[in-house]
């Protein structure tokens, strides 16, 4: 008892230290903590919200109106063998990968809550679901930072099967530990169509302002870090360690920013566009990552669940170490080149200066795309499965 008294005044002072600490960096940095704070108004108002908030509101309501369970029949025979969790699960799966983090792992903690997969399926799940999405690698990444679509395109396939391999590691998670599987529902009563859809568009308003309010704190960390010279100190240990890799301090900068936030650490490799190899590596690697800053927002949505975290954060870190060594196998036996192009470089300029009414058009549709997609398919579903009952 006394060692547990001991070991928390402890943990205590510690974390007094570090928020005396912050406080004062935030008053001796003052105007580079506002600065990066509107920085990240700027990214959630331009980018975050309008290209995440129609999907979560999309994949919010694949799950209220019980499409998962229907169309999770087609997929029983694909996501079972191969990940030992059931079709419901490729509404997760499938969304992940279109809408980008955190819409995957927010999808795959609904459809445990609303009792249509069990606590192992949704551990399974969370390992390999949460996903970067095409818009990001091909748009920014690819065509902003490297100027190739060919690197957009081959980040994405090493994303993508890497997801799918860590999947594949992960599908005995949970079931030696012989934990009571929690019961599935089945959706027979008629949907309230109106309530939900207004859960699913206030839910998905109040996801968005966590995420925001994630990518705002850490825009301003970043900042500090860097201002106070931890992270600087920090990459010149990391490049002690790494050398062997051929890891300088400058590099492990880089690693470092990524693993904290996804967005700042690729869009630092812009200045190293020219070493190509090396550069999409830890591309590879941080888009496999994530981020601190994804995480703390996948989190949030966890927090009061039950599910446990490490099949999430261990499958993070395994999709990062699978992504880069494809990406550093493939660079061995292609012939890649960053070509800077007049087109391209106005292509990029565009995405850059796109305003909020543009990106919430363009991820609006998608969504809807994506919404009568789930709609179609359970409906002809439906009708197949009444004709063969009248049968």
Aim: aromatic letters at 14%; proline letters at 3%.
């Amino acid at each position: 008892m006394y060692r547990i008294i001991k070991s928390r005044k402890t943990t205590d002072a510690i974390v007094f230290f570090v928020l005396a600490l912050s406080v004062y960096a935030l008053i001796f940095y003052s105007k580079a903590s506002a600065a990066a704070a509107r920085d990240g108004l700027n990214l959630c108002f331009n980018v975050i919200i309008p290209s995440l908030f129609p999907f979560f509101v999309a994949s919010s309501l694949i799950v209220e109106l019980g499409f998962a369970d229907k169309i999770g029949r087609f997929f029983e025979p694909v996501m079972k063998p191969l990940f030992n969790i059931s079709g419901v699960c490729a509404a997760a799966f499938a969304l992940g990968f279109i809408g980008g983090y955190p819409v995957g792992a927010k999808t795959a903690i609904s459809l445990y809550k609303c009792g249509s997969i069990s606590k192992d399926e949704a551990e399974r799940l969370l390992s390999f679901c949460n996903n970067s999405g095409p818009a990001f690698i091909f748009g920014v990444v690819g065509a902003g930072i490297f100027s190739s679509s060919m690197i957009g395109l081959l980040l994405y396939s090493a994303h993508v099967v890497s997801s799918v391999l860590v999947g594949v590691i992960f599908r005995s998670w949970g079931t030696s530990g012989g934990r009571r599987q929690a019961p599935k529902s089945i959706r027979v009563t008629a949907v309230d169509y109106s309530s939900a859809f207004t859960q699913s568009v206030t839910g998905s308003f109040g996801s968005m302002l966590n995420i925001s309010a994630f990518v705002i704190f850490f825009a301003v960390i970043i900042k500090l870090l860097f201002a106070s010279g931890a992270i600087p100190q920090a990459a010149s240990f990391l490049a002690f360690l790494l050398s062997p890799l051929g890891l300088d301090r400058l590099w492990c900068e880089r690693l470092l920013t990524g693993i904290i936030e996804l967005t700042s650490g690729v869009w630092s490799l812009n200045e190293v566009a020219g070493e190509l190899k090396s550069a999409i590596t830890m591309a590879a690697f941080m888009l496999g990552w994530a981020g601190l800053s994804v995480h703390c927002q996948v989190l949030s949505f966890i927090s009061g669940s039950g599910l446990s975290v490490k099949s999430y954060i261990l499958g993070k870190f395994l999709h990062a170490g699978i992504s880069a060594a494809l990406i550093f196998a493939a660079t061995r036996f292609l012939s890649l080149k960053a070509p800077v192009a007049a087109y391209l470089a106005e292509q990029v300029e565009g995405i850059a200066s796109l305003n909020f009414h543009t990106a919430l058009f363009i991820s609006s549709v998608f969504s809807l795309i994506v919404l009568l997609f789930f709609f179609v398919t359970s409906i002809i579903f439906c009708r197949k499965k009444y004709r063969t009952a009248r049968r």
